[in-house]
């Protein structure tokens, strides 16, 4: 339950900030589709930090739960900002197949995350840097991400 | 062998088939079209101003009745065609570039079909139509006429359009009396918008009164109505005048979108569902609570922000006429204002009448071309905003008079008009329910106190007159819109600036 709270509390920190961003540029009455560049560019961020936190987080959650837990945990940070990207769909600033889309590499992502720590986990390979070695490849990827945002992040968004 | 022989049979059948039955259907099907006849003509001897709006008369004939579809682009029309009887009805057209105009009508039942063509002319200089048709109109006035940089378009009565924006192919008409006299219905119902629209008419050799009835519907103060007759010819630099002066601008739309804005408070609205769903999120994860909790939340937050923002966005109209008492013509600007409230493509209809440009998101009603769909499409916190701006004839409802410096208004309508307010002096009053032809006289009642937007702007539009009366008034124009919110401003003097 602990991770579980963790994990709400860093999509948490996640989104209020650019919540906050936002808020701000909607107050100041721009034109619609100035607050609809302005969404989607929090959104595009959102994604971004949303998938880093993930590679991060799976391999430090996965020491102190089950393996089915760590799905269970991953498909609720998945959900909560579901309603904002709703928002943002009904916005016209991101299509509702962007949505999709982004489901779709969140867990082929989480996949990839849990299934090198159920490798390093079942062949006992370095079994005492385990935790360590799962969290740098889960951060190779995450570097790997970060480095093709303007790629995937293309794809996402149109 | 047997089977060469059956070959050969099937070949003969197939041969008989193609010779005799297939001529056969074809010479029914020409047979029919021989039925079936369609004459084109066209308003103003076929001229036109390229992206404006021009008629096509269309005359059909059948030996057999039945119900006719007659369509050209977009637009298609459904009748009932009586047996052997002609029958007329009208297009309004708009080309742009494409000087080919081809309708096409099919016969509901049988499916048979026949098309024709018509090229119309643009028109490179201002026009100006001629409607004679006993030549009652003085050689003089035509020589004064084709003299000046204008193209004439001599043409008969019958062709007058059906549609009043069919008067945006010419720049101006002279019509004579003999003429005049012979126009339809809904002939005279276009020509009458047209001369309220501010067009420009010269009448020829009119009855003092009916030439005082057109007068009195003409738009911006009758600027732009001339009057003729044999023994008053129009000079040459007069006529030259009136052709290069163009109506003055109608009031500003800003005003009455003060009138249209619905405060809605989307923003604020969202922002506080914003803030409360990442608050809710927050004590899940500070209290105890159970799994299944994380998981309902955020779907039940998804169900709560497409229920309450996925909806149809509510479309209503807005109109404002203006008119002096004296006068039966009304100035009416009107708007339809949007809140976008999600994702949603639609379309709204409004007549022909009431838009005075063709947007390029618009097109005409496949079933009534009287109608004209614009397409728009909205997202959340979009809003969209269409306005009409001309004039139009009416029947004053009230007449205002000031007696013993006190005003008096007297109901003419055959109806109670309700919620009505006054602007006398300085200050606005509600008005009582005034029943049919009775009359109401100031008494120093208690001014009102409402501070709505409406009063705002009657305050705003009043202060050019002595007295005026406002009152909820739907414009006819708009009769098909069940959200059209309308009022009247009647005041008793002409406004001081040029209308």
Redesign the interface.
Known sequence: MNVLRSSTLISFFIILPLLIWVTGELTENQSHAKVQYIVQQAIQIFYCLHLFSTCISIPIFCRYISFSETIFTSLISLLIPLPLLILSWLMGSIPWFSIIKYGILFIIISSICLFIILIINKFRILAYLSEGTSLFFCLLIAAFLLDNYLLWLNWLVN | MKQNTKKLIKILILCFINVSILPAANMANSENNKLLKLNLHPAWNGFYHPGKITEIGIEVFSKHGGMVNIKHHKIKQSFFLPAETPYFTSFPVVLTQDTLASFKLTRQDSKTSISKNIRLKPALKPSMAVIDNNGSVPLKLLDTLNKLNIKLLPSNASSLPRFSKAYQAIDAILISYSSFKRLENVQLNAFSHYIAECGKVIVFNFPDSIRDNLSAIAGCRGAFFLTSNASKLLARESIQYWLKSTSTTLPEATKLNEVSVKNLHT?ST??F???T??AL??C???F?VK?IV??IT??L??I???SF??KEPSKNIISWLEMSHLRSSARYTSLVHIDGQ??WNGSIALPTNAYSDVLPTTKFNDNTPALMNIEFST?????QLWQWQSSQFIQSPLKLEIVNNSPRIINLSNAIIYNSLLSWGEDIYSLPPLSPHKYWSFDASVPAELNTNLMKLFRQQSQKYNVAVLIPYASPLFQHFHTNEGWLLIHNEPTQTDL
């Open positions: 923003n969202l922002l569902f914003y803030f769903y990442i999120i927050l899940l994860a500070l105890k799994k994380f998981l955020p779907l937050g998804s709560i922000t497409l923002w996925h999600g994702l997202s959340l916190l979009s809003t």
